[in-house]
């Protein structure tokens, strides 16, 4: 079975430029998540979809960061400017279906994209 | 406000012992907790869950324990080898169980 894929795995940008992320998920997962990962902490949950419907975005910047999920399948997220704070690890993760605490799916993430802003 | 603390000092062990990597937690009422493996350069991987009823879980020569009135969870490997050498971070779900929050996770080294 195909992990979760992401790319680029690397991207260096100067502050005030844009920047995407891609992210293909496990085939036949219908929730999606992007987190954030500073160096030295843990991942911090951006946004999450199930299907192609938003279900928690409350700790996206929104007034930079912004994520979309057509089709219900694959996702990219965009960061417009960006500043020096958003360098880290962003990571994309699948789970089977939404979780909640009868169905705690786990979740599989990918290798992560690591973004460096100069 | 809500805290998850893990120890942010790396843990030295030898080949052989147990590692104990702790867990804290304040102002959560979890539904369940996670722990997750994280090499460098690499996404988390998903070990073990425990639910809030539980007491202890256990797979091969993991263990996890919960204690909701410690407001902790212990995560042990036994007979510890180089390659469990890794990050280990903790993630909590709410009380609804549909949203994690990680601990800065605890660096584990193995050596032979």
């Known amino acids: 079975e195909a992990g979760v894929a992401q790319s680029p795995r690397y991207k260096i940008i100067e502050k005030r430029q844009s920047v995407a992320f891609w992210c293909n998920p496990i085939?036949?997962?219908?929730?999606l998540y992007w987190y954030q990962q500073i160096l030295g902490q843990g991942p911090k949950l951006l946004i999450q979809?199930?299907?192609?419907?938003?279900?928690?975005d409350s700790q996206l910047p929104k007034d930079r960061f912004s994520a979309e999920r057509l089709k219900g399948v694959d996702s990219t997220l965009k960061i417009q400017p960006a500043k020096l704070e958003d360098s880290a690890v962003y990571l994309c993760a699948s789970s089977l279906d939404l979780v909640d605490r009868d169905f705690p799916y786990e979740q599989y993430f990918g290798p992560g994209t690591r973004l460096t802003v100069t | 406000s809500q805290k998850i603390e893990q120890n942010s000092e790396a843990l030295n062990i030898q080949e052989g012992k147990t590692a104990t990597l702790t867990c804290n937690y304040t102002n959560y009422s979890p539904a369940y907790l996670q722990w997750y493996r994280q090499d460098p350069g690499r996404g988390p991987v998903f070990l073990l869950l425990?639910?809030?009823?539980?007491k202890e879980k256990r797979k091969e020569r993991l263990k996890v324990t919960f204690d909701t009135t410690l407001k902790q969870s212990l995560f042990h490997i036994t007979a510890s080898q180089p390659a469990d050498s890794a990050t280990y971070l903790c993630?909590?779900?709410?009380?609804?169980?549909?949203?994690?929050?990680f601990g800065g996770g605890t660096r584990l080294m193995v050596k032979p």
């Open positions: 425990i639910r809030e009823n539980e």
């Open positions: 085939s036949g997962h219908a929730t």
């Open positions: 979809f199930q299907n192609n419907g938003v279900v928690d």
């Open positions: 993630a909590l779900a709410n009380n609804a169980g549909n949203m994690l929050t």
